[in-house]
Structures are given as structure tokens and as C-alpha cells.
């Protein structure tokens, strides 16, 4: 069974970075599109941003654009998610995904991700 664990989350104030890592464990003979989800408390689940299986397309959500970069290193079975230019509305839960389908390219949407992990915290505050 595939598990996910998120790392690196922690406190940061505004402007600061940093580099959340979703690392695979279990099955992991085949590579899954995987997606980073925020939550936080009071609000719904936001997708952030999706890596591909082999890495070659991502997608992200408007309000990170040019600020966060996903990426992924299949050798070590693991997604990163490098987030600058921290804003205090990006505090929250935030949680990967993996997507089973096998079919190309990745989606935001929470409903055709199969594992999640625990979620790592993030807070953006002075």
C-alpha cells in the first residue's frame, strides 16, 4: 500500500520560503501524478499544485502562480513543493495526493486522488 508522508512545513514570516517534501513509501514500483491540497481552518480544500508522473506538466492554482514551483525526483520517490514569497493567506494544512489512474498529465481536483498524507502545517505570520 502506497504511503505518502509531507515534511518541512513550520513558520516562516511574510516573504520567507519554504520547501514542503512528499515522500512515497510501499508501492512504489509505478510513478503516480501527485498534487499538493492546502486546507485551512474555516475554509475548503484548495488544490495548490500537480506534478505528472514523469514530471513533464504542472498546474497550478492562480494565487501561487510565479511564487511556488512543484517538482519531483522519481529515483528518491519523492514530490517537492517550493514555496517563496509567503503570504500570510497561505497558512494552512497542506497535504499530498496521489493519483492511481496512471493517465497523463495531473489534475486539481480532489476526487481522482486515491492516498493522502497526514498534512504538514504551514504558518505565514510576522
Known amino acids: 500500500q502506497l504511503q505518502l508522508v509531507e515534511s518541512g512545513g513550520g513558520l516562516v514570516q511574510p516573504g520567507g520560503s519554504l520547501r514542503l517534501s512528499c515522500a512515497a513509501t510501499?508501492?512504489?514500483?509505478?510513478?503516480?501524478?501527485i498534487a499538493w491540497f492546502r486546507q485551512a481552518p474555516g475554509k475548503e480544500r484548495e488544490g495548490v499544485s500537480c506534478?505528472?508522473?514523469?514530471?513533464?506538466?504542472?498546474n497550478y492554482v492562480d494565487s501561487v502562480k510565479g511564487r511556488f514551483t512543484i517538482s519531483r525526483d522519481n529515483a528518491k520517490n519523492t514530490v517537492y513543493l517550493q514555496m517563496n514569497s509567503l503570504k500570510p493567506e497561505d497558512t494552512a494544512v497542506y497535504h499530498c495526493?496521489?493519483?492511481?489512474?496512471?493517465?497523463?498529465?495531473?489534475?486539481?481536483?480532489?476526487?481522482?486522488?486515491?492516498?493522502w498524507g497526514q498534512g504538514t502545517q504551514v504558518t505565514v505570520s510576522s
Open positions: 510501499g508501492f512504489t514500483d509505478d510513478y503516480y501524478a
Open positions: 495526493a496521489a493519483d492511481k489512474s496512471l493517465l497523463a498529465g495531473c489534475f486539481m481536483t480532489s476526487s481522482v486522488y486515491d492516498d
Open positions: 506534478i505528472s508522473s514523469r514530471g513533464d506538466r504542472t
